[in-house]
C-alpha cells in the first residue's frame, strides 16, 4: 500500500528491537508462551497526508476482516479520525500494528507484535498457580478464559 500511494517512501530498519521467544509479556513476567516482535522500520521521506489518507483508507477494510481495530488513542477516548498520523491496530488475542507516519522532519514509523501464543493446555484453562505472578495469582487473559481477567494488581 505504501509504495502504491507513496513511491518516493524508502523503509530501512533502524532500531532492532529484541525477539520475545521464551514467554509473553505481562501478566504472565515471560513465564509461558511464545511473543515474536518486529524490528522498528522507518520510512522517509514520509507520505504526504494526502498519501497518508489514501494508503489507510485501502487498509481499514483489510485490517477489518482481519479483526483489528484502532488503538491510537488512550483509553476511554474515541479512536483518531481516519487520515490522522497515528493508524496504529490491534486485535484481541493481543496481536498489534504499529503505523505512525511522519512529517517533513520525521519518518513513518512501523513495527508488529504476535502478541501472546500460549501453549495448547493453557487455551483452555487458566496457567497452573505456580506459573502466575505471585502478586496476582488470580491473573489471565481475558479474551481466551471469559471475564473477568487481566491484571488485578500493579505488575510490580
Not at 507513496?6 to 513476567?29: E, I, Y
Not at 495448547?120 to 496457567?127: D, G, L, V
Request: proline share 13%; aromatic share 10%.
Amino acid at each position: 500500500m505504501i509504495a502504491k500511494y507513496s513511491p518516493q517512501t524508502r523503509f530501512s530498519t533502524g532500531v532492532t528491537v529484541s525477539h520475545l521467544t521464551n514467554g509473553c509479556n505481562d501478566p504472565f513476567t515471560r513465564t509461558i508462551g511464545r511473543q515474536e516482535a518486529s524490528e522498528l522500520f522507518f520510512g522517509r521521506p514520509a507520505p504526504t497526508p494526502q498519501q497518508w489518507l489514501q494508503i489507510v483508507t485501502e487498509l481499514a477494510p483489510v485490517f477489518k476482516a482481519a479483526g483489528f481495530r484502532p488503538n491510537n488513542s488512550v483509553p476511554g477516548d474515541p479512536p483518531q479520525p481516519l487520515g490522522a498520523p497515528n493508524y496504529s491496530q490491534i486485535r484481541d488475542d493481543g496481536v498489534t500494528i504499529n503505523l505512525v507516519n511522519g512529517d517533513n522532519r520525521g519518518p513513518l514509523g512501523y513495527s508488529y507484535n504476535t502478541g501472546c501464543h500460549l501453549p495448547a493446555a493453557w487455551r483452555t484453562a487458566p496457567p497452573p498457580l505456580n506459573m502466575r505472578p505471585a502478586n496476582d495469582p488470580d491473573v489471565h487473559y481475558p479474551y481466551l478464559y471469559g471475564s473477568p481477567g487481566g491484571r488485578t494488581r500493579d505488575a510490580y
